[in-house]
Each structure stands twice: as C-alpha cells, then as structure tokens.
C-alpha cells in the first residue's frame, strides 16, 4: 500500500472529539496512523494531541457531530480512492495513444494533461495544419482586435477551448520550474518587464510550437537539439 496524503481525513475518520485524542496519547495515535500509511504520521499526531489537550470544554451535541463527521470524512475517503482509480484508468488509457510519448517527453505533461489534451484536440492534429491553428484554439494566441479607425491592437480571442489553454499554460509553469531551456526563455520574459502571467503565456505558445512539431515529426523532446526519435 501507497503511502497516503489524506492524513486529515484518515484522522477524523478514526478520532473526531478532543477526549478521544486525549486518551489514545501521542505514541499510539502515531501508530495508528503509520499502520494506515499515513504520510508524517508523528507530526499530525502530535498536532491533533495538542489540540485534544487544549480543547477541554464540553460543546453541546459533540457527540452528533462527531459521528457527523466521522460519516463525512469516511464517504470523502471512498470518493478520493473512486477518483484516484478512475485517474489511473486515464493514465493507463493514456499511454495506450499512439501520441502518448511524444505528448509525455514535453516538460510539464503528465499522464493527465496529456489525456486533456489529447481529447481536446480529438485524438489528433489533423484539424490543426499548422501550430498558429492550434494556439488559437488553445487561448495563448492573440488574435488581431481592430476598427476602422485603429489596428495593430491584440486580444486574446473569446472563442478558445479553455480546457486545452488550462493545459497549456499549466505545463508551461510546471516547465519553467524544471526544464532548461523553459526557464531561460522564462527569465528572457521576465527581464523584457512581463509579468509572471504574460511570462508563462508567452511560453505556453512557444510551447505550442514545439508540441505541434514533434507530433509532425513524430519524435520526441529533449533539452539540447537535435531531437531523438520515439
């Protein structure tokens, strides 16, 4: 069994009055928590003791709604593991794609913003001929917005697949973290006096460009050119 973050939620499912927590004592509350692969199971217990010891005052129908949260806590527990199975049965659905390592070797995609991506765009690239097509559809492309009277202004256009711009840009922040080459084009932004928004957007589409030609290509990314096959 994985090691789980729900700690919080295992905790309340098990001990929800400070009395409780009072009597079961720091040493065997960090035990019963390890023994549910509670991640920093010593630290929460300590925490939740420390509560207990403060909280000495009766509160009316505490009894109620310990067992109220109890019941809520449990039915959260079972929907999180519903949602983490369901999110491995993407993944594995996933990586089945023809598209899947090429989609994967970019920086900041992981299993779930590549499913993301590739049901946004149907499968494929064949409704997009060049990458300025599917930028424009994704939210991270300006698109000219003008009068009789003025031109030159840009806007991002209204019309775009906001689930797709939502994956765009959020691998395009998880890249400026991690990979090289997005960091420095990042930092390049950043110094030209965009903000950290106008910064990540700009790379978003740069990284638009690559993704659509390493789909072409059917090859995959790495940080120093030229890029090796899949």
């Known amino acids: 069994m994985e090691l789980t973050d729900a700690g919080p939620l295992v905790l309340l499912a098990g001990y929800q009055a400070p009395d409780a927590l009072r009597r079961i004592g720091l040493s065997r509350l960090t035990a019963w928590l390890r023994n549910r692969k509670v991640r920093g199971a010593e630290n929460l217990a300590k925490a939740a003791v420390e509560a207990g010891e403060r909280q000495h005052t009766a509160v009316a129908g505490e009894t109620v709604i310990a067992q109220m949260v109890h019941t809520l806590a449990k039915e959260v527990m079972v929907l999180n593991e519903k949602i983490t199975e369901t999110e491995k049965l993407i993944a594995g659905r996933f990586r089945e794609h023809e598209l899947a390592e090429t989609v994967l070797s970019m920086p900041g995609m992981g299993p779930k913003l590549g499913a993301e991506f590739l049901v946004a765009v149907s499968g494929s690239l064949d409704g997009f001929p060049t990458a300025d097509r ?29 689930r797709l711009q939502h994956v765009f840009s959020t691998s395009a922040l998880v890249s400026s973290w991690s990979d090289p080459n997005s960091k420095r084009f990042y930092a390049r932004k950043r110094a030209e006096g965009k903000s950290r928004i106008q910064a990540v957007l700009a790379l978003a589409r740069r990284r638009v460009n690559v993704l659509w030609a390493l789909i072409r290509d059917r090859r995959c990314y790495q940080v120093e050119p030229p890029a090796a096959a899949c």
């Open 134 to 162: 599917l930028a424009a559809f994704g939210g991270v492309a300006p698109a000219p917005h003008g009068s009789g009277k003025t031109s030159g202004n840009l806007r991002r256009s209204q019309r775009y697949h906001r």
